[in-house]
């Protein structure tokens, strides 16, 4: 698009991007603060099991797991989204940090839970992994020092890719299959956008693949989405994949991605990201009705 406007339109609009460039630099600046000072925290959004689950009697069972997210409280921004400064953070080099941070937090807080909850405490973990941080040299090493530090067994632990960084060449997919020799497991983060193609998912070294909140939002208004989802489980499972439905926001949505036969769900219909204290506490209303339904049994 901004090809086929040509040059003018980057002369209307040099006002804007200087603008936007020294945002950027101030951005830069204060993260290095923030991450110095501890204004960065991390949320959880709880993943769900949606097949035998009964949606109808309002039964969700929350026994899947969290997507650990990262939040920074600025002091006169306010909360400020991931967006507007992971971008950032990778360009100038502060995204190995960031990372370590995120990876270090949640699975310190994930063991904390299976130790104070027990059966009560969520079974998955999952963090998010940036491109920059796949290309960073002994970063696998790093990762492997989290999980020893941590106590963290890293089959409960599941790092998000996205596919254009999958996808992109050998060194990464060889980087990937260093993680998994880990013991712990990955997933296709955002998967319909950008680059994607059910034909090449064989080539990744994936287990789950997280279908995107753009197919489903219009899963219950689009035939073509359904069919996509349709074909996106059918492709993954006979891969040995499961799927995510990711960004569901309403129960109709929620019934119909199950109906098409995604393993999980996640989105604010069952919870917005939620801070650590609340997780167990929400686990405890939503799920494992059926867990504590068999222990009474057995009392
Ligand atoms: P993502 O990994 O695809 O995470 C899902 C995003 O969708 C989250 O936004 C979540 O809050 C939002 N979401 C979940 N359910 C719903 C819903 O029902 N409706 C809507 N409208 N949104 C929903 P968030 O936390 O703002 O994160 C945005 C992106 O930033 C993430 O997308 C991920 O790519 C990136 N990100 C977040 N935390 C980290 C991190 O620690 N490291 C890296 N490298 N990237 C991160
Ligand atoms: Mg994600
Ligand atoms: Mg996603
Ligand atoms: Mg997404």
Redesign the pocket.
């Known amino acids: 698009e901004a090809k086929r406007a040509g040059a003018a339109r980057y002369v209307v609009f040099e006002p804007a991007m200087r603008e936007r460039a020294a945002q950027r630099g101030d951005i830069e600046s204060e993260l290095r603060r923030a991450l110095a000072e501890g204004e960065l925290f991390v949320v959880y959004q709880p993943v769900v099991g949606l097949q035998g689950a009964d949606l109808v009697d309002g039964r969700i069972d929350a026994s899947a797991g969290v997507e650990a997210l990262v939040r920074w409280r600025h002091p006169r921004r306010g909360l400020v989204p991931p967006l507007e400064f992971i971008g950032v953070a990778e360009d100038c080099g502060l995204i190995g940090a960031l990372g370590d941070f995120v990876l270090a937090t949640a699975c310190h807080q994930f063991v904390q839970w299976q130790q104070v909850q027990g059966e009560r405490a969520p079974r998955k973990l999952a963090v998010n992994l940036s491109r920059a941080q796949l290309g960073q040299p002994g970063w696998v090493d790093a990762v492997r020092q989290i999980l020893q530090t941590s106590g963290m067994a890293p089959g409960q632990l599941q790092l ?1 890719v996205t596919e254009s960084l999958a996808a992109q060449d050998d060194g990464v997919r060889s980087r990937l299959h260093e993680l998994k020799a880990l013991g712990l497991t990955l997933a296709l ?2 998967f319909g956008t950008g680059y994607s193609s059910l034909a090449s998912l064989h080539l990744l070294p994936v287990d789950t693949v ?1 279908i ?2 753009s197919f489903v939002s219009q899963v219950d208004t689009s035939h073509h989405h359904r069919v996509l989802i349709e074909a996106t489980v059918r492709v993954a499972n006979s891969l040995g994949m499961n799927t995510v439905a ?1 960004g569901i926001e309403t129960r109709a949505q929620a019934d119909l991605v199950r109906q098409l036969g995604c393993e999980k769900g996640q989105g604010y219909f069952f919870s917005k990201p939620l801070a650590a204290a609340d997780v167990v506490g929400w686990l405890a209303r939503q799920g494992h009705e059926q867990l504590t339904a068999l222990a009474d049994k057995q009392a």
């Open positions: 998000e983060d955002d997280k995107d909140r990711e």
